[in-house]
Antibody, heavy 123, light 107 residues
Framework: EVQLVESGGGLVQPGRSLRLSCAAS????????MHWVRQAPGKGLEWVSGISWNSGNIGYADSVKGRFTISRDNAKNSLYLQMNSLKVEDTALYYCAKDTGIAAPPGDAFDIWGQGTMVTVSS | DIQMTQSPSSLSASVGDRVTITCRASQSISSYLHWHQHKPGKAPKLLIYAASSLQGGVPSRFSGRGSGTDFTLTISSLQPEDFATYYCQQSYSTPITFGQGTKLEIK
């Protein structure tokens, strides 16, 4: 079964750091680009970051550039998001998503999504 | 950044109705437009990719049209399981952007 499972969310104070992980299974992980997308409470979907199959191409939303770092370990079939200098406005459900192509960002469509991991930034 | 504008923002309809949701891009995105369905507490689901191609396993009552700046998602005969929020998404350029969503509710 094709699956993405996020982990690492939680409650954190403003200014602190958190690292999200996404474990992939059921497909050849290093054949595809991957993304992080978030949804703040009561809001729509917002693309956060994307990474190509070999980490050679990486992109970020302006709202997280300089604070978040996306990475992947193809040997472990895993995607990561290191989040530093967290702000209250980073509070959201963070989804991992698989691209249908190899060379994102921007890439193609997101055909597989995880269930998400919740990040709450509050003092 | 490319802005994606959906209309309407919300829609009330009945089982069996035909509904159409519109998505407009602030500049031409060719056919780099995709539609997702999202239900509360669930992972989003890809319905349509490249403006008009039906994702595998998605019922044929869903269809997409358009290119350039104007796109539509049509559900030909609403079923109870179709009540959800629908998002368009462009992958023409970075940053990838989504429409604000269209919430489809039961009348």
């Amino acid at each position: 079964e094709v699956q993405l499972v996020e982990s690492g969310g939680g409650l954190v104070q403003p200014g602190r750091s958190l690292r999200l992980s996404c474990a992939a299974s059921g497909f050849t992980f290093d054949d595809y680009a991957m993304h992080w997308v978030r949804q703040a409470p009561g809001k729509g979907l917002e693309w956060v970051s994307g990474i190509s199959w070999n980490s050679g191409n990486i992109g970020y939303a302006d709202s997280v550039k300089g604070r978040f770092t996306i990475s992947r370990d193809n040997a472990k079939n895993s995607l990561y998001l290191q989040m530093n200098s967290l702000k209250v406005e980073d509070t959201a459900l963070y989804y991992c998503a698989k691209d249908t192509g190899i060379a994102a960002p921007p890439g193609d469509a997101f055909d597989i999504w995880g269930q998400g991991t919740m990040v709450t930034v509050s003092s | 950044d490319i802005q994606m504008t959906q209309s309407p923002s919300s829609l009330s309809a009945s089982v069996g109705d035909r509904v159409t949701i519109t998505c407009r891009a602030s500049q031409s995105i060719s056919s780099y437009l995709h539609w997702h369905q999202h239900k509360p507490g669930k992972a989003p689901k890809l319905l349509i990719y490249a403006a008009s191609s039906l994702q595998g396993g998605v019922p044929s009552r869903f269809s997409g049209r358009g290119s350039g700046t104007d796109f539509t998602l049509t559900i030909s005969s609403l079923q109870p399981e179709d009540f959800a929020t629908y998002y368009c998404q462009q992958s023409y350029s970075t940053p990838i952007t989504f429409g604000q969503g269209t919430k489809l509710e039961i009348k």
